[in-house]
């Protein structure tokens, strides 16, 4: 059941009606994000450019996350909060229920974001000076982590094999040294939208054990897998064997989904009890609390959100496959390797030979992720979040085409 506010004006009167009936979640409303202290939309306050950078979607969270929100702030006091019994069962019986992963309450660490919970790992699993392997291009803190913590990245670029990304592992085995201590696995991948299949996730997993690597599995992205084939679903590396899930910290968190972010609330899986005790060891006075809506976000989107977030898919599907044909006919300079997963396009547009391609846009009122931003191995190519509404998708289409056009 929806409620909508439908408002009435004429001469005298302002009519406010509530209707109530039944319909899907409609993903098309346009939101004014303005004053809400948006960092998507705060960037280019004041300015007529449509943001379509950060991961954060122009949607309203499912209605029961709202509604939960809404009974959690009538309770009225807000000390500090602990993990409650609720949300940890929410989070064990969704790792089962969704992908098959039965893990247990104390394996579950939580945290306020995936950001600090990714420098942390560094803190905890490689000494100062030491080295960090991840494959570029991808997610900004992956680079910056080690940087912040004063190890060493090694930045190893995938590869575009016809138009599919893989894992490039001569590449990766001339790269890494004796030094080396972990590997931060993007799953699915920010911004190239694979979901690694099984059997890629087993030769990450089997070249972190040969280089005895801890395995850092990033699956924020997993529940957003726009391909609709049994087989081309999820993975959680973890699940692949007690000795791959022995060697693996899984970060997880429900805020890209159902676009919680706000909400800060995320966690890791570490199933063995050295990994865990390093990472908690490290987090000593970096994590905190976690806010006492994230959880409450959380178990509400874990327990309610499923019928909104099929409804969400089937609408980024739709979203996906408008760029795709937009490109195609109208912005042919743009290339766009086929995407599973994630409402973030990655679009290669070194063909339009200019050096910053994300100010090019800016310039047209279009607000994209710079290409660099995302490793050496990115130059050229932008971000694209579709994540909104189809008239926004297509309006910033429009700017972009009318622009390429000019040139
Ligand atoms: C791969 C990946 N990890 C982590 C995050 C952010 O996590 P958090 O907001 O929990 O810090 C993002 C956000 O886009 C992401 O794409």
Redesign the pocket.
């Known amino acids: 059941m929806r409620r909508y506010l439908v408002a009435c004006a004429d001469d005298r009167l302002f009519v406010t009606v509530w209707i109530t009936f039944s319909m899907p979640f409609d993903f098309d409303i346009s939101l004014d994000r303005r004053h809400t202290g948006s960092l998507k939309w705060d960037k280019y306050k004041g300015r007529d450019i449509l943001p379509m950078w950060v991961?954060d979607m122009d949607f309203l969270s499912p209605p029961a996350v709202v509604e939960a929100l809404r009974a959690r702030a009538g309770n009225g006091v807000f000390g500090y909060t602990v993990p409650s019994e609720a949300a940890v069962q929410a989070a064990l019986d969704y790792l089962r229920a969704r992908h098959r992963y039965t893990a247990r309450a104390e394996w579950l660490v939580w945290s306020h974001?995936?950001?600090p919970a990714l420098n942390i790992a560094l803190r905890a699993y490689a000494a100062p000076g030491e080295s960090v392997l991840t494959c570029t291009p991808v997610?900004p803190p992956f680079l910056s982590a080690p940087a912040n913590q004063e190890r060493r990245l090694i930045a190893v670029p995938l590869r575009l094999n016809g138009a599919r990304w893989e894992f490039d592992w001569p590449a990766l085995e001339a790269a890494i040294a004796p030094d080396t201590r972990v590997f931060l696995l993007?799953s699915p991948h920010?911004p190239v939208g694979r979901v690694w299949s099984a059997e890629e996730l087993r030769q990450v997993a089997e070249f972190c054990a040969r280089h005895a690597l801890v395995l850092v599995s990033?699956e924020?992205?997993c529940d957003l897998v726009l391909d609709e084939a049994d087989e081309a679903d999820h993975t959680v590396t973890a699940t692949l064997s007690p000795e791959i899930e022995a060697r693996t910290v899984t970060m997880m968190?429900p805020?890209?989904t159902y676009n919680l972010?706000g909400l800060s609330c995320?966690y890791c899986v570490i199933s063995d009890p050295k990994l865990r005790e390093k990472f908690e060891r490290a987090a000593w006075g970096l994590i905190t609390e976690v806010n006492a809506f994230g959880y409450e976000g959380l178990v509400a989107a874990y327990r309610q959100g499923e019928p909104w977030r099929r409804e969400l898919l089937a609408y980024l599907r739709g979203n996906r496959d408008y760029l795709y044909d937009f490109v195609h006919s109208n912005l042919p300079v743009l290339k766009l390797a086929p995407m599973a997963a994630t409402y973030l396009a990655w679009l290669d547009a070194r063909g339009l030979e200019v050096e910053r391609p994300a100010q090019f846009f800016e310039d047209a009122g279009v607000g994209l992720s710079e290409g660099a931003w995302f490793g050496e191995a990115g130059r050229g190519f932008l971000r694209l979040n579709f994540g909104c509404p189809r008239a926004t998708l297509a309006e910033a289409l429009r700017r972009m085409a009318a622009a390429v056009r000019r040139v």
């Open positions: 991961a974001g995936l950001v997610y993007c920010n990033d924020i992205h968190a805020s890209k972010p995320a």
